[in-house]
């Protein structure tokens, strides 16, 4: 099979791969893409012009900033997508793609200029020890040859729970961590100091990410149906402090010296794709005598096929290099313990299995040295050293600061006609107190802020706008009703002395409430002071253009709606309107009386006639386009979609805005809208 697209023979993103990951440009925020060759499809472009019609499930998730919505739905969707792509791609496929000039313009995006992010929000995290290869020489190291592997180690997956926070992205550089120490390599009893981890290590790892419904708790998996919960497979490279292990591991395992990093590489490769390569385990088709037969519940009938044949290796670049060193070649089929054993035992007690669950299968060695998969094997302890062979003489025992560490993998064709690869994962070691941002872990970071609360009332454009944007951040937030049913019309009614003295004097939502770092707490009103807050706190993804000119016009927009319109129809103001004289200038009549809701429709009218222009001078609305022109949606969207609502609300006839209906249109199948609709509101009338 071949594509349309051209792909180097080499390359790891043929139409046999179509992995997925999440991407951003300069001008789109983050969102699913795939990759073939040197290009990604841009998912959610295919989404918005129908391409991905008719395959079982809402495909505005490809709009969303990870892969968890997708990952949750059955593996038949994860097929059903793969085959509508394949078909796309093919140079002999459906061709509303292939002969659309204009179309491939807009979702076919060079992969070089793309930023990649983490493919999921990481709920839990569990490394794996299942190499006996691996586990072999560990054990030979720290216990002798008679007790290398403990006695549990062929009965089951032994595997232990790791920090999902601190998962990232390759490219992501990583901090030598510090920690304890012993002092004493011969008398642990001295007990141990403070310092810098001084036998910083790579793991050489694959990982999968879970995908389809959850099992419910207490409920088991079963190795029948695992496969149906395996979402795709990364690359993973586990960092390690092997000094800081080796104080605290006893009798735990251990902790802070695996959780300072893990980098994954950021596409997603399907089990399907690696279809082709399914092969048995360096164990053998079997897992019997003389080794212990596996209980019935991971008893895989399968496992004879249940390894996959993938090429991995290890290259060292050390700082003020160019040419990597290449320091080990091993394969993913060197696992005593396959992926599917591995979910279903971790499921065994009924821990539910969450969509964007990472498991990684433990650090991947070989029998022989040139396949060990980290460098505690290749140096044997710090015992040898090992060469850089395109380093000029420079040898490594464990890592050194500004070296980077460079993962690959890739399965080939028998034929060598194709290969299905992951990419890389890479990471460079920083001196330990290096002073930088905080690693992308994902789409965001609450970091600095959390506990957000949100006052709002359920029809409310102005508090719909601050959904809208916390949605496109994904920024989870607890909603505070805040009931203006009581106010409408013109009565003295007025909302509680408690909300006015201590939430916002002016008797409005919304209002934004979150605490940071110290626990201080903070509260923010006014929509648009709001979304600057947002925007600039969490970046990712943007609600205003990168491009200057972009950038003004999507504000104008907004501002219109805002500062020209919003009041106009504001309760507090309308309640003081009892008899108003429009004037000629305004409505093109002179001697007209109106009460407040005919004085709020005339200028909600009136506003949109300017909005309706600038939006259609740019194109908006059309084309795949969002209202400020852009590929991705703005404030001018987020304040667009409730002035319409609110406009209906007051009998504005909307057919005079076509521009503004097509946006509203456009958005109604994405996430943040759908999420932030009143419809959707925990206050909203039942």
């Given at each position: 099979?071949?594509?349309?697209?051209?792909?180097?023979?080499?390359?790891?993103?043929?139409?046999?791969?179509?992995?997925?990951?999440?991407?951003?440009?300069?001008?789109?925020?983050?969102?699913?893409?795939v990759a073939?060759?040197?290009f990604v499809?841009?998912m959610?472009?295919?989404h918005?012009?129908?391409?991905?019609?008719?395959?079982?499930?809402?495909t505005?998730v490809?709009?969303?900033?990870?892969?968890?919505?997708?990952?949750?739905?059955?593996?038949s969707?994860?097929?059903?997508?793969?085959?509508?792509?394949?078909?796309?791609?093919?140079?002999?496929?459906?061709?509303?793609?292939?002969?659309?000039?204009?179309?491939?313009?807009k979702?076919i995006?060079?992969?070089?200029?793309?930023?990649?992010?983490?493919?999921?929000?990481?709920g839990?995290?569990?490394?794996?020890?299942?190499?006996?290869?691996?586990a072999t020489?560990?054990?030979?190291?720290?216990r002798?040859?008679?007790?290398?592997?403990?006695p549990?180690?062929?009965?089951?997956?032994?595997?232990y729970?790791?920090?999902?926070s601190?998962?990232?992205?390759?490219?992501t550089?990583?901090?030598?961590p510090?920690?304890?120490?012993?002092?004493?390599?011969?008398?642990?009893?001295?007990?141990s100091?403070?310092g810098?981890?001084?036998?910083?290590?790579?793991?050489?790892?694959?990982?999968?990410f879970?995908?389809?419904?959850?099992?419910?708790?207490?409920?088991?998996?079963?190795?029948?149906?695992?496969?149906?919960?395996?979402?795709?497979v990364?690359?993973?490279?586990?960092w390690?402090?092997?000094?800081?292990?080796?104080?605290?591991?006893?009798?735990?395992?251990?902790?802070?010296?695996?959780?300072?990093?893990?980098?994954?590489?950021?596409?997603?490769?399907s089990?399907?794709?690696l279809?082709?390569?399914?092969?048995s385990?360096?164990a053998?088709?079997?897992?019997?005598?003389?080794?212990?037969?596996?209980?019935?519940y991971?008893?895989?009938?399968?496992?004879?096929t249940?390894?996959?044949?993938?090429?991995?290796?290890?290259?060292?670049l050390?700082?003020?290099?160019?040419?990597?060193?290449?320091?080990?070649r091993?394969?993913?089929?060197?696992l005593?313990?396959?992926?599917?054993?591995?979910?279903v035992?971790?499921?065994?007690t009924?821990?539910p299995?969450?969509?964007?669950?990472?498991?990684?299968?433990?650090?991947?060695?070989?029998?022989d040295?040139?396949?060990?998969?980290?460098m505690?094997?290749?140096?044997?302890?710090?015992?040898?050293?090992?060469p850089?062979?395109?380093?000029?003489g420079?040898?490594?025992k464990?890592?050194k600061?500004?070296?980077?560490?460079?993962?690959?993998?890739?399965?080939?064709?028998?034929?060598?006609?194709?290969?299905?690869g992951?990419?890389a994962?890479?990471?460079?070691?920083?001196?330990?107190?290096t002073?930088?941002?905080?690693?992308?872990?994902?789409?965001c970071?609450?970091?600095?802020?959390?506990d957000?609360?949100?006052?709002?009332?359920?029809?409310?454009?102005s508090?719909?706008?601050?959904?809208?944007?916390?949605?496109?951040?994904?920024?989870?937030?607890?909603?505070?009703?805040?009931?203006?049913s009581?106010?409408?019309?013109n009565?003295?009614?007025?909302?509680?002395?408690?909300?006015?003295?201590?939430?916002?004097?002016?008797?409005?939502?919304?209002?934004l409430?979150?605490s940071?770092?110290?626990?201080?707490?903070?509260?923010?009103?006014?929509?648009?002071?709001?979304?600057?807050?947002?925007?600039?706190?969490?970046?990712?993804p943007?609600?205003?253009?990168v491009?200057?000119?972009a950038?003004?016009?999507?504000?104008?927009?907004?501002?219109?709606?805002?500062?020209g319109?919003?009041?106009m129809?504001?309760?507090?103001?309308?309640?003081?309107?009892?008899d108003v004289?429009?004037?000629?200038?305004?409505?093109g009549?002179?001697?007209?009386?109106?009460?407040?809701?005919?004085?709020?429709?005339?200028?909600?009218?009136?506003?949109?006639?300017?909005?309706?222009?600038?939006?259609?001078?740019?194109?908006?609305?059309?084309?795949?386009?969002?209202?400020?022109?852009?590929?991705y949606?703005?404030?001018?969207?987020?304040?667009?979609?409730?002035?319409?609502?609110?406009?209906?609300?007051?009998?504005v006839?909307?057919?005079?805005y076509?521009s503004?209906?097509?946006?509203?249109?456009?958005?109604?199948?994405?996430y943040?809208?759908q999420?932030?609709?009143?419809?959707?509101?925990?206050d909203?009338?039942?």
């Amino acid at each position: 099979m071949k594509s349309w697209i051209a792909v180097h023979p080499e390359s790891h993103f043929p139409i046999q791969n179509l992995p997925f990951g999440i991407f951003s440009t300069p001008n789109a925020s983050p969102r699913c893409g795939v990759a073939i060759g040197e290009f990604v499809i841009d998912m959610l472009i295919l989404h918005q012009w129908g391409l991905l019609n008719g395959l079982g499930f809402d495909t505005s998730v490809f709009g969303q900033p990870t892969l968890n919505a997708f990952m949750a739905t059955d593996r038949s969707c994860w097929r059903a997508t793969r085959a509508r792509l394949t078909d796309l791609l093919s140079e002999n496929g459906d061709p509303r793609l292939r002969e659309n000039e204009d179309l491939q313009k807009k979702c076919i995006v060079p992969m070089n200029i793309v930023q990649m992010h983490l493919p999921a929000t990481i709920g839990d995290y569990t490394d794996f020890y299942s190499s006996r290869e691996h586990a072999t020489n560990v054990g030979i190291m720290f216990r002798g040859v008679d007790n290398a592997l403990q006695p549990n180690w062929l009965h089951l997956p032994v595997g232990y729970h790791g920090r999902a926070s601190s998962v990232v992205v390759s490219g992501t550089e990583v901090v030598r961590p510090s920690g304890q120490l012993q002092k004493s390599k011969e008398n642990p009893k001295e007990g141990s100091t403070y310092g810098p981890c001084r036998l910083m290590d790579f793991e050489l790892e694959m990982a999968f990410f879970v995908g389809g419904k959850p099992n419910p708790l207490g409920k088991a998996l079963t190795i029948e149906e695992a496969e149906e919960h395996i979402f795709g497979v990364v690359m993973m490279n586990d960092w390690s402090a092997r000094d800081i292990q080796a104080w605290e591991y006893v009798p735990l395992g251990p902790f802070t010296a695996k959780n300072f990093a893990t980098s994954i590489s950021p596409w997603v490769v399907s089990l399907d794709a690696l279809e082709p390569f399914r092969c048995s385990s360096s164990a053998g088709p079997e897992q019997t005598d003389p080794n212990p037969t596996p209980l019935p519940y991971i008893n895989d009938p399968n496992y004879a096929t249940g390894a996959y044949d993938i090429k991995l290796e290890v290259a060292i670049l050390p700082e003020n290099q160019s040419t990597p060193s290449p320091v080990t070649r091993s394969n993913f089929r060197h696992l005593y313990w396959n992926m599917r054993q591995q979910l279903v035992h971790h499921s065994v007690t009924g821990c539910p299995m969450m969509p964007g669950d990472l498991l990684g299968s433990g650090t991947i060695s070989g029998a022989d040295e040139s396949a060990f998969g980290s460098m505690l094997e290749l140096s044997w302890r710090g015992s040898k050293e090992v060469p850089l062979v395109n380093s000029s003489g420079e040898v490594r025992k464990f890592l050194k600061d500004g070296d980077d560490v460079i993962m690959s993998g890739y399965a080939e064709a028998s034929d060598g006609s194709f290969r299905v690869g992951f990419g890389a994962v890479t990471g460079r070691v920083l001196p330990a107190g290096t002073p930088r941002s905080t690693a992308e872990v994902s789409t965001c970071s609450t970091a600095k802020y959390g506990d957000f609360k949100l006052y709002s009332y359920w029809r409310s454009t102005s508090s719909w706008r601050v959904r809208i944007a916390l949605a496109l951040k994904g920024i989870p937030y607890e909603t505070i009703p805040v009931d203006l049913s009581k106010l409408v019309g013109n009565t003295d009614a007025t909302l509680p002395d408690e909300f006015r003295n201590g939430v916002n004097g002016m008797a409005q939502v919304p209002a934004l409430e979150f605490s940071d770092a110290s626990g201080t707490v903070h509260r923010l009103t006014q929509s648009m002071a709001i979304l600057d807050f947002l925007d600039e706190t969490f970046s990712s993804p943007p609600l205003l253009p990168v491009d200057p000119l972009a950038r003004a016009r999507a504000r104008q927009i907004a501002e219109v709606i805002n500062s020209g319109i919003q009041p106009m129809q504001n309760l507090s103001v309308l309640r003081q309107v009892k008899d108003v004289e429009l004037l000629q200038a305004d409505v093109g009549e002179s001697g007209v009386h109106t009460d407040g809701r005919g004085f709020a429709k005339s200028s909600i009218e009136k506003g949109l006639k300017v909005v309706e222009q600038l939006v259609s001078a740019i194109g908006g609305g059309s084309s795949g386009k969002f209202a400020a022109g852009t590929e991705y949606p703005t404030v001018a969207d987020i304040t667009i979609v409730p002035q319409l609502y609110n406009a209906d609300r007051f009998g504005v006839d909307l057919s005079s805005y076509p521009s503004l209906v097509a946006v509203r249109d456009f958005v109604a199948t994405h996430y943040a809208f759908q999420a932030a609709a009143p419809d959707a509101q925990p206050d909203a009338p039942k």
